[in-house]
């Protein structure tokens, strides 16, 4: 009796292990089969996991920076002008702050975002860190009110930024970043504080414009292949400018 209690003990004790090696297995493939979602791609919410964008990835979206980002503020200005024809057609009554800020950089002046975005040579991408008028370290640095001017992007801190390793992703951030330097160009109130809210405004509303152009909910994956998000956005602001002009007044 006694060996046929050992016998069974034993073998209760294997298909526990059993179990257990089957529960850990499960988990395993299921997080090794986890998809990008939404919340992945604009890098929020994930913890600063450090798993960061690759070099590669930073030099293919610098590469064609210029024309995304162009298109992208020429969709903006379209929502300024559809806001202004039809007032509370667009998101940005609710923002009326974002909107004059988005207002003074793309009206048709002789110093525009358009032409700032235009002169040469003037995104500087290097290694170490950017300095901003502290000295504090930081991802990307411009000069207020000095259009035309260089700024500043640091691979390094992009790179260690809380963003995943996917190219939409490394592509929105920077773009979104990039307008928020822009931003400084153009807005200088006095106090640092306020100019500071008033850019990340800009860059927040440009991420998650893009991000609904990828056409995908929380938990759906994106396509690597989603390669037109910037021109919808333009085609989508282009549409909502028309629409206003031809009918005046239509969203109060």
Same mark, same amino acid.
């Given at each position: 009796m006694r060996r046929s209690n050992s016998v069974y003990s034993y073998l209760k004790f294997l298909s526990s292990a059993l179990c257990l090696l089957i529960? /850990?297995?499960?988990c395993e493939k299921r997080n090794s089969e986890r998809t990008t979602t939404q919340r992945d791609a604009t890098g929020k919410g994930n913890g600063g996991s450090?798993?960061?964008?690759?070099?590669?990835?930073i030099d293919r979206v610098f590469a064609n920076l210029k024309p995304k980002l162009k298109l992208t503020f020429e969709a903006l200005g379209y929502l300024v002008r559809a806001e202004k024809a039809s007032p509370k057609s667009t998101e940005l009554a609710a923002l009326p702050g974002l909107q004059k800020t988005l207002a003074l950089m793309t009206d048709a002046q002789a110093s525009n975002v358009f032409t700032d975005v235009d002169t040469a040579d003037n995104l500087s991408l290097q290694e170490a860190p950017c300095r901003d008028f502290r000295g504090t370290s930081k991802a990307a640095a411009a000069v207020l009110l000095e259009v035309g001017g260089k700024i500043c992007f640091s691979s390094k801190m992009i790179r260690a930024a809380? /963003?995943?390793?996917?190219?939409?992703?490394?592509e929105i951030f920077i773009v979104a970043l990039a307008a928020h330097e822009f931003t400084h160009h153009f807005i200088s109130t006095g106090d640092h504080v306020k100019d500071e809210k008033l850019a990340v405004e800009v860059q927040n509303f440009v991420e998650q414009q893009l991000i609904r152009r990828l056409e995908v909910s929380a938990k759906d994956v994106i396509s690597?292949?989603?390669?037109?998000?910037?021109?919808?956005?333009?085609?989508y602001a282009l549409d909502i400018f028309t629409s206003a002009v031809e009918q005046p007044?239509?969203?109060?």
């Open positions: 529960l /850990v297995s499960a450090g798993i960061g964008t690759s070099q590669a990835e809380s /963003v995943k390793n996917f190219d939409k992703a490394a690597i292949d989603d390669s037109d998000y910037i021109a919808r956005f333009y085609q007044g239509r969203g109060e």
